[in-house]
């Protein structure tokens, strides 16, 4: 099992440029998620699904769309990327949304610059 | 918003030590987890504890939670140099709601 992996692990990218991060898992999760990291901000999430063919926003979407057109990925897209996107992006999934079996499992992240 | 807060933001002991390591929330959870950072990694989930339970352990982790203090507390015995790491509880309320709320996490550095 590889759990979850995401590609690429480094992306540098031009302000107004677009780009798309792949997440994908082999845990058969329904749930999958986008979070960013920042210093000091702690995980934001960005956008989830709860299944197959479906996305729904989190805390800060703006600026990225998504697509789960298959259950085992899960697709971040930067249609114009900005500086203020410069981060860690994180992909993961779960089992179930709560309970005792809502942990996460975490891919390594997308380390991106925006300049 | 952030649920969870860490406290304290960084702690530096020695190989052998016991940590601690605190996490505050605001509003009633279903259940509370914690997950290990280590640099330029993914998160890795530790343990979960449910509202109903006051303790939990595994291995050298012991986590408590106290909801009327809407508190948690990380105890990790006999640290060693691998456990140093950045530490993040996170908080699910329950319901129809998906999100894992996180903290901004401790920073643990184990001294060989």
């Known amino acids: 099992n590889a759990g979850v992996t995401q590609t690429p692990k480094f992306r540098v990218l031009k302000t107004g440029q677009s780009m798309t991060l792949l997440c994908a898992q082999d845990?058969?999760?329904?749930?999958m998620y986008w979070y960013r990291q920042d210093p000091g901000m702690g995980l934001r999430l960005i956008h989830y699904?709860?299944?197959?063919?479906?996305?729904a926003k989190g805390e800060v979407p703006d600026g990225y769309n998504v697509s789960r057109l298959k259950k085992q990925n899960f697709l971040l897209g930067l249609e114009s990327a900005a500086p203020s996107q410069t981060s860690v992006y994180f992909c993961?999934?779960?089992?179930?949304?709560?309970?005792?079996?809502?942990?996460?499992?975490f891919g390594p992240g997308t380390r991106l610059t925006v300049l | 918003s952030q649920q969870g807060e860490e406290d304290p933001q960084a702690l530096s002991i020695q190989e052998g030590e016991n940590a601690t390591m605190n996490c505050s929330y605001k509003?009633?959870?279903?259940?509370l987890q914690w997950y290990r950072q280590n640099s330029g990694r993914g998160l890795v989930h530790l343990i979960l504890?449910?509202?109903?339970?006051r303790e939990k352990h595994s291995g050298r982790l012991r986590v408590t939670l106290d909801t009327s203090k809407k508190s948690s507390s990380l105890l990790i015995t006999a640290s060693r140099a691998a456990d140093t790491a950045s530490y993040f509880c996170?908080?699910?309320?329950?319901?129809?709601?998906?999100?894992?709320?996180f903290g901004k996490g401790t920073l643990l550095t184990v001294n060989p």
């Open positions: 993961a999934s779960s089992y179930s949304r709560g309970g005792r079996y809502n942990e996460q499992f």
């Open positions: 845990m058969n999760h329904e749930y």
């Open positions: 699904s709860v299944g197959e063919g479906t996305t």
């Open positions: 509003t009633s959870i279903n259940n």
């Open positions: 504890i449910r509202s109903n339970e």
């Open positions: 996170a908080t699910w309320s329950g319901g129809s709601n998906y999100k894992l709320t």
